[in-house]
């Protein structure tokens, strides 16, 4: 939907996020530049994945104080699944560090999550609470593993006619996976639950900013050593917290991350498809289906591109295949500088 078509609704987000490096710069994006689009973020829900729970709600909690929310006057946090639906976890240390923000040996943050519920609860009331308002548009993103959404769609089966959007930074359409040879990360990391959320979801509203988008439109090392070095002169607080967390990922020490033609920032990416639309040049309908059973293709998102012409599945799942990735550069130069 374009921001023409929102211009009369008011804009609510809910954020589902594991909190690694690149989940903290879509948070910043969305704390810092809210007010520009439009947003009203409703809450942030965090999840296992990158990292652990409680380093997970540790890091919301450090990009909540950089972004001034410090007193609690910012979205407030709800603590949700430690594991994926079958017990499981898969962190992603290598590419995050221990501490899921880039080891920067930051200082811990004096707030906290939300105790009068978790997140399955949250995500259900704030659903439940945008369909009985007017001119309100809900968008769910999910940052992380889809835990939290699979056992709030079990515990309130009809949350999906409740959201207008549901944003999914997960999955690959080519087979070529960043965890397995042909899973994404976020998907594999908890499979049963992308297959109860790709099964059950009201699909039509249902975006996906897959790993292969990503991977093909890094951004160059030039513009990120530009946005992102240490050098502190004219920058934000948030520009100088983001230099710090992401050096360990993507700094000129990474040489093994540096040999990729620039620096793959997912999470910012989904992010400013929500932020401002106008970003996908091109997108397509699919259906997608997740492997379950495969040992070789356990997590795979499998996707018909409908050249099966004889075979009609339902097209209902919005892949996004471009950006105009100029808009997600000026939106972090906002955050980023003075």
Known sequence: ????????????????????????????????????????????????????????????????????????????????????????????????????????????????????????????????????????????????????LALAMRKEPNISSMVNELIIMGGCGNARGNITRTAEFNIFNDCEAADIVFKNWNLPTLSVVPWELCEQNPMDWAKFDELFTLETRGKTDVGVFLSKILRFTFGPQNTENRREPGAIICDAIAMACFLDPSIETERERVHVEVELQSSLTRGQTVIDWGLQHYIKRPKNVKWITNINQDILVRMLEKICFV
């Not at 921001?3 to 989940?23: F, H, I, P, Q, S």
């Open 1 to 148: 939907m374009s921001l023409n078509k929102l211009e009369n609704c008011e804009r609510w987000l809910a954020v589902d996020t594991d909190a690694g490096c690149d989940d903290a710069v879509a948070l910043c994006l969305a704390m810092q530049l809210s007010k520009s689009y439009g947003v009203t973020i409703k809450l942030l829900s965090c999840v296992q994945g990158n990292t652990s729970l409680e380093n997970v709600v540790v890091n919301v909690s450090k990009c909540l104080e950089v972004c001034g929310h410090g007193n609690g006057s910012g979205p407030p946090m709800y603590i949700g699944a430690d594991s994926s639906l079958e017990g499981k976890q898969h962190d992603a240390q290598y590419f995050h560090g221990k501490d899921g923000l880039g080891d920067a040996g930051l200082d811990h943050p004096t707030i906290g999550p939300n105790d009068e519920k978790g997140a399955v609860d949250a995500l259900i009331d704030i659903s439940k609470e945008a369909a009985k308002q007017k001119n309100v548009h809900l968008t769910l993103l999910m940052l992380g593993p889809l835990t939290n």
